[in-house]
């Protein structure tokens, strides 16, 4: 078997990042239920406001699929407000609940299987993207799943290992098939190119400093 070209570049690129960073430990939650439940909730906002939300959700004794399921509808809402378009995402909860409480009993049931079959079943729920998903899979059932964001099409299309108009699936396909399949790196893969992506590749690039500098072309290419 040919040796894949591409899993030495990004455990390069791993490895760079954890030297600067660290075990970053992600994702922040209690249980299983709360990450898929942050999952939903970090759509379209960021995580401060996710946060807010979940917090109140845990003041009143509500995270859990049943209290979820058996909540008014319009008080849930209330609740997870922070987070921002919340009457659509209390939908959303309530159809993602109903999903595994109908169609499995239970989230342990949810996670029991073939987990590229889960993944199929679980982008046909309503209001459950690829992102979503895949965030659902890796942090709450720790299924080897690639979680891919605009961080992580961002530092790898300036790296020049993907390309701005890959779609989501190519970009995944390129750590799917180049990396082990291990939870353990996909989890602080991702953790880290968030966090890089806050601290240097911005929307603006703070390349001064960067731990990835001494192998990526933006800088050179972008020189005034």
Known sequence: ???????????????????????????????????CVGAILTQNTNWLNVEKAIHNLRREGLLSPEAIWDLDIERLA??????GFFNVKSVRLKEFVQWVL???GSLDAVFAGDWLELRERLLA???????????????????PS?????????????????????????????????LPSDVYLYNEYHALI??????HCRKKPLCDGCPLRIICPYPKAHRR
């Open 1 to 35: 078997m040919q040796p894949n070209p591409w899993q030495s570049r990004l455990m390069e690129v791993f490895e760079l990042l954890f030297t600067r960073y660290g075990a970053l430990n992600w994702w922040p939650a209690e249980t299983p239920f709360e990450v």
């Open 78 to 83: 209330e609740l997870i407000r922070p987070s």
């Open 102 to 104: 109908e169609g499995h």
């Open 125 to 143: 729920v309503r209001g459950i993207g690829r992102e979503t998903c895949d965030s659902i899979l890796l942090y709450a059932g720790e299924k």
């Open 146 to 178: 690639f979680v891919v964001d605009a961080y992580t099409k961002r530092l790898f299309s300036r790296l020049g290992l993907v390309r701005e108009t890959d779609g989501y699936e190519e970009v995944r396909a390129v750590f799917m098939e180049s």
């Open 194 to 199: 968030v966090e890089h992506c806050k601290q």
